[in-house]
């Protein structure tokens, strides 16, 4: 799931992770600031830092992946090659854009990160400072101004099945 700050990946992510858990699927989340600290302490956010991480979470993703593990990447992984790169790489993989109007993120700014940004206290917040390259064909959309957290898992679960994960 790629999105912008607070377009809603993590919750999307959580909402995921509950449904597989009950249908006693093995699943694992890898999301934004946790697989950070987990695997990426020593990385910054330059672009190159951000493909280092691109391609740390794509190797986890990858061998959790080939033993039956359903793993939920939450990242925002603004640079469509690194996603491409990942796609390549993993083979069972479905490109989610969490969409949300950047004014919507500002507005919800869950963690204060936009307003540290807007005053000046981060320097390269994705989507403010930072550049976010939408996905031109992912496999899904989701709308999140128009639709609700469990409607959007539902969305993922169909197109799981679509692809036929399910
Ligand atoms: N339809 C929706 N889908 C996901 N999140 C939503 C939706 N509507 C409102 N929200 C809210 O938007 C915020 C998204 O935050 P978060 O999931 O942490 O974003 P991200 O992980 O993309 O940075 C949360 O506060 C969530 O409750
Ligand atoms: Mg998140």
Redesign the pocket.
């Known amino acids: 799931m790629t999105?912008?700050?607070?377009?809603?990946?993590?919750?999307?992510a959580l909402e995921l992770e509950q449904r597989f858990k009950a249908m006693g699927r093995n699943v694992e989340v890898l999301?934004?600031d946790e697989v950070r600290k987990g695997l990426s302490s020593d990385l910054g956010f330059s672009k190159e830092d951000r493909q280092q991480h691109a391609k740390r979470v794509t190797f986890v993703a990858k061998v959790l992946t080939r033993n039956d593990v359903i793993v939920l990447v939450?990242l925002i992984s603004p640079f469509r090659a690194f996603r491409q790169a990942a796609r390549e790489e993993i083979g069972d993989f479905l490109e989610v854009f969490?969409d949300t109007s950047l004014d919507e993120c500002i507005s919800?700014d869950?963690?204060g990160l936009y307003k540290l940004a807007l005053d000046g206290k981060i320097k390269d917040l994705t989507g403010l400072q930072d550049p976010y390259e939408a996905p031109e064909d992912p496999e899904l959309v989701?709308p999140?101004e128009d639709?609700?957290?469990e409607q959007?898992a539902d969305m993922v679960m169909d197109t799981l099945r679509d692809h036929g994960y399910l």
Not at 3 to 12: D, H, M, Q, V, W
Request: hydrophobic share 35%; charged share 15%; proline share 9%.
């Open positions: 999105g912008l700050p607070a377009s809603g990946k993590t919750t999307i999301d934004g939450g969490v919800r869950p963690k989701i999140t639709v609700t957290v959007a």
